[in-house]
Antibody, heavy 121, light 109 residues
Framework: EVKLEESGGGLVQPGMSVKLSCATS????????MEWVRQAPGKGLEWVAEIRNKANNYATYYGKSVKGRFTISRDDSKSIVYLQVNSIRSEDTGIYYC????????????WGPGTMVTVSS | DIVLTQSPALAVSLGQRATISCKTNQNVDYYGNSYMHWYQQKPGQQPKLLIYLASNLASGIPARFSGRGSGTDFTLTIDPVEADDTATYYC????????FGGGTKLELK
């Protein structure tokens, strides 16, 4: 059974940093591209970041609103994907979902339950 | 960037057909596939994949759900609508990185 579980969310002060983690199991993690998607309270889904697999040189891509402040990374030996968020802003408040992307067609086939990040002083 | 546009809300009666549209500002077809996918999200839950590549039903999804379209115009149809289908539905393109539509909230009349 494929499982994704995010952690690391909580209350963060503006301008600070937070690192989210997503532990996975039930599939060969190293074969897949992994993503982060977020959702502000009462709003829609926003794609945040992607990291590809070793065969694709671990290439990373980011949504326009987070480029330069967010860094996605992965540890294939632990089957974990991370999202480092720097210089956090109030508009970064929301639920952050870790997702697996299906190779070749690039749809999100499995999602974690999400971790809530609240930016407030 | 590829922008996806959905109507914000739709109200239908139980047992009737619901048709949710998604329009893109660029063609999302590539080598015979339409890189458009649909998700259902209920309050307090993560999204769930319904349809991939415009018309393929994801595993475990009832046949009441169907998708069609190509190029820049896509639809998700639920027929017949059941009470459990009240949710927000999102389209997503993967032709050029990833973007989501704004979501369509399905309510019962």
């Amino acid at each position: 059974e494929v499982k994704l579980e995010e952690s690391g969310g909580g209350l963060v002060q503006p301008g600070m940093s937070v690192k989210l983690s997503c532990a996975t199991s039930g599939f060969t993690f190293s074969d897949y591209w992994m993503e982060w998607v977020r959702q502000a309270p009462g709003k829609g889904l926003e794609w945040v970041a992607e990291i590809r697999n070793k065969a694709n040189n671990y290439a990373t891509y980011y949504g326009k609103s987070v480029k330069g402040r967010f860094t996605i990374s992965r540890d294939d030996s632990k089957s974990i994907v991370y999202l480092q968020v720097n210089s956090i802003r109030s508009e970064d408040t929301g639920i952050y979902y870790c997702t697996r992307i299906y190779n070749n067609y690039w749809y999100f086939d499995f999602w974690g339950p999400g971790t809530m990040v609240t930016v407030s002083s | 960037d590829i922008v996806l546009t959905q109507s914000p809300a739709l109200a239908v009666s139980l047992g009737q057909r619901a048709t949710i549209s998604c329009k893109t500002n660029q063609n999302v077809d590539y080598y015979g596939n339409s890189y458009m996918h649909w998700y259902q999200q209920k309050p307090g839950q993560q999204p769930k994949l319904l349809i991939y590549l415009a018309s393929n039903l994801a595993s475990g999804i009832p046949a009441r759900f169907s998708g069609r379209g190509s190029g820049t115009d896509f639809t998700l149809t639920i027929d017949p609508v059941e009470a459990d289908d009240t949710a927000t539905y999102y389209c997503q393109q993967s032709r050029n990185l990833r973007t989501f539509g704004g979501g369509t909230k399905l309510e019962l009349k």
